[in-house]
């Protein structure tokens, strides 16, 4: 024994020195020259890694007693040739405790900066740098050398991920960061690292593990905890793969994880996602998150799990988010529980569409959709979740509301408290703002309360449900009242009913909303009733209902009971379609059993009094329903008018009263009976009473007073019985209706007219010349909708004061009829009138908008013709008359305002023995005239005038006329004297080739003017004759005065002044006359009291002859054909026998009418004479004087020259040269005075030859 222990301490000595002496070699011979031994380092390192290596240095050195070596620049190639792993700088600390298990490992290994490669080749295997991760079966690989190093750190590594059999783009991780630390079993690990920028910000690692052998996950035991920087979730997809599909998404995690026996045993995360897009199944819609913030928790509990929430807060994409929730949820095989802090449940709903629940609950959850909030829940069961044999389910509700579902009602807006277990249940009800939905019950299924408060109740037994209601209050718009009963289905039927209802207040206007379906109640009675009562409040309303809800309406009282009543205030009823609705009704409505009534204390139509009106549904049912309506009415007839318009009867009856109008009052008696299955067969029994009403026929019809009569009606008749009145100034009485078969209407008015009552029916200028009475017979039939219409009379007892050929004495019979005809469903009409064998006139209208418009029309005024000739279009007058006084016409409707005429043409062909117009008379008148708008044209043949005349109408106007003749016709006998106006007259341009004054053929008339401001102004007025020719311009003013320049020119003034009226007072010669006159008045009309102006006269060649007194006694002065008997100073018949003139020139001004002649000389060759004075024209006075100087030289010159030749001629030149000294010494003057019909010549002594003139 002693000998053992000295050999082991022999050998442990040895040991010693030996290992002594290794460390002293290693430390001063090995180390200090390991540069030396790198190719056999790289080449050993080459073999071991099975990859080429490549070290750039070696370092060796003591860390205490461990030596150290450190490497820099070592790259590692993998076998295609690329660097799988570069390290800048690798220190290695060897451990000697390996060395006691035969294997070299490290102390610690520090590494700075590598550049890692990891690859997964297509086939799923791992390498690292080259390296597979996993060795080899029966060789230890990396991960065994791995955890068999005491510490490896890594710092700002950057490590390359290629995923090979993904076909993944390369993934980089910077800035990474390493700690591993391995202590026999025990293992804590350390890792932080930067993620690309498009993937998300960093990632962190720690844990610590514990396990017997690391590649047996069972055996691990531990904790990690991780940390995820935001991250973008979707874009790891081609590195990653999902248990979920995520299209979008930003995510932050923090994570604490228990591990226990290789399984999750606890988990506790905090998360932070944004803009989720995710689908957690195939079949699932996506579920979309706005956000998601809050911890999740969960841990294995024996069998079963529990999980938990805390301020989880999520928000959809849709909506808003959800409160925070607090929820745990505890499962186990059998049973569990549910709890939560509250619960929104709409967003929830949504969010549920897209989680993996069972098809059945996420449809039932969609077509229910929840909203609401339920608070404080909790719910605990046992057995299967999906069919818990016991459950237990409480909680508070707000806003609580489901869609309905099936036979399951809806609601909204229900807030309370729930209690319920598989046995029954109870509901406490306080909401404001709450709805309930009956799509099954209502046709608008939704009903809105202000107030519902109660207590409901509910037990189950197999099949059977009981729900007992012990009070239910309810307030909204509509009504307000407290329902209480019991409901009892033993799952057959309908279930069975026993329920009482009290309102304090209902508007009969929301009735249809409480209305049950047709199905229910009948379709027709239910649709009339919606239809029908539109207004109203109701009080004092009841509801009874009880039985079998199989037997509903009860019509057998054995088998339940069914009642509503109530007292209906300020009703408005619409009791048939089209009808006028009755108003402001006072009634008690009653619904009992399959029937309705309404009595009506009071109401109204259309303002008209009602009184014991009466509306009933004898039977509710679907079978045959039918509306019977009564009552009576009391008020103004316009009312009753308006009603017949407003209702149906306007097909019937209304077509009759539809243009009338009325004043008054009536009674109206009706009944109608409306089949609800068919309106069109609707029967109507109506009768009115009219009570000295005052009723207008028509718009143009003058009214009927004092009518009284009745107007009976049916749907489809109308009649008028005993019906009389006062019109037209004299009674009337009107009897007819609809015939029978035909459904056409006749109505018979006969009366007593005055013509001075007929209102619009006759211009009140005609009826101002009528006077007296007639009877007459008017027929109105109404069928297919058109009104026909005759009227006729005798006109006897009717005076009429009017021009011919129409005055009529009143004693005369004079038959009138006129007829009226519409066709083309009153697109067209014709209106025919007769008067006896005097005139008839026809006219045929279209309709063109609103009124009727003349397309063609015509009066015939041929006696005894009474077939009228109509044009094709305008209107046509014809015929012919004695006598037509047009201005005795005019005068008639001077007074009026003139008539449009329209557009149409208009033709006339007329024939007058005589025509009397601007108190003119034209004789023997034959005209065909024709026109329209823009003017007319006329051929006429009359002894005054024949020819062509043209009228434009465009401003200012024009009349053209080019007249073979033209007479100045003669005053018609008493006519009245006419004045016309500048401005009234149109442009003329009027040719006459043959123009007649006061019998005085004045050769050819031109004549040209035209209007020019308010004045008339005459650019030509032109006479021409073979005579001589006279031609004018001038202005006709609208101050009624007249300006004309004018020149005359007579070739043979002896001829002009016989053609105009001075026969035998010259012969021959010529003359012209020139002057500018003015006058007041019209161009025909010369005033000779205002005329004023010059004028000029010149003439030669001529003879005065001896002529009667008046003027030609004053032209009878220069008549001096008896001069040579002046030698003998004999100078009696100067006023008789004519003077010979060689030249005559004088000229003169008028003012006001008298002529002032300052200069007149005429010479001849008996005398030379001159004269001066004043005439009076407007007077027909003179004042002249009259100087006459015969011309005696020529004589005395010729008698010397007889005696003495030269004597002769001497005598002859100084008669030239003196101025006749002979005719100057037995010069006389003369006075002239008085008027033109007898004129005062009084001689005058001539004072002797002035001395000069002697001298000359």
Known sequence: MQRLRRTLEVVAWAAFFALAAAVLVLRYVVLPHIERLRPAIVERVSAIVGQPVKIGGIEAQWLGLRPQVNLTDVRIYDAEGREALVLPSVENILSWRSLARGTLSLYALHIDGPRLVVRRDAAGALYVAGMKLVATPGEPGFSDWLFAQHDIEVRNAEIEWRDEQRAAPPLVLSSLNLRLNNDGEHHSLGFAARLPEKLGTSVEVRAEVAAEDIDELRA??????????YTDVAAWRPWLDYPLEFERGQAALRLWLTVAAGMPSEATADIALADVQTRLGAELPPLELASALGRISARRAGDGYELGTTKLTLAPRDGAPLPPLDFDVSWRPTGGRITANALELAPLARLGE?????????????ELSPRGRLANLRYEWQGPLNAPAHYQARSRFLDLGVKPRETLPGFAGLAGTLEASEAGGRVQLDARGAELELPRVFADPRLAFDVLAGELAWRRDGTSLSVDVPSLTFTNADLS????????????GPGKIDVSAVLSRADARSLPHYLPLGVLMGVKPREWLVKGILAGEATKVELRLKGDLSAFPFVDPAQGEFSATARVRKGVLEYAPGWPRIEDIDAELSFQRNRMDIAGKSGSILGAALHDVKVSIPDLSPRAPRVLVSGQAHGATARFLQFLQASPLRESAGRFTGAMSASGDGRLRLKLEVPLTDLRATKVAGEYELAANEVVLARDLPPLVQAQGTVAFTQST??????????FGGPVSIAGGTRRGSGAMEFVARGEAQPAELGSLIDERLRRLLTGSAPYVVTVTLRDGLQRVSVESSLRGVAAALPAPFEKAAA???PLRVDYLPSDGGERDRIAVTLGRLAAAEARRARAGDSMQVQRAALSLSPGAHAVRLPERGVLVYGSVAALDLDRWRGVFASGAASSGGTLPVSVELKAARVDLLGKRVQNVALRASGDSAGWSAVVDADELAGQLNYRAQRPGQLVARLLHFSVPAAAPGAAPTQARAGDLPALDVVADSFNLRGKNLGRLEL?????GADWRIDKLALASADATFDAKGRWRAAQATDLDFSLQATDAGKFLARVGYPSTVL??????????SWAGEPTSLDYASLGGELKLSAEDGQFLEIDPGLGKLISLMNLQALPRRITLDFRDVFSKGFRFDRIEAASTVDHGVMDIRQFRMRGPAAEVAMSGRVDLAHETQSLKVRVVPSLGGSASTLVTIVNPVAGVASALAQKVLKDPLGQLFAHEFDVSGSWADPKVAKVSVAPPPTETATQ
Do not use: C, I, M
Request: hydrophobic share 45%.
């Open 481 to 492: 009242g407290n329902a209480f009963g019991s409901y009892v289905y033993d799952g057959d």
């Open 1008 to 1012: 040209v003017a035209v209007p020019e």
């Open 718 to 727: 109308l009649a008028l019985h005993d019906v009389r009145a006062r019109a």
């Open 1068 to 1077: 021959g010669g010529k003359a012209e006359l020139a002057g500018s006159l």
């Open 812 to 814: 005369d019979a004079l």
């Open 220 to 229: 691990w035991n531990g904790r990690v905890y991780a940390q995820v920087g």
């Open 354 to 366: 897209a989680l993996p629940l069972p098809a059945e609950l996420r449809r039932a959850t969609l």
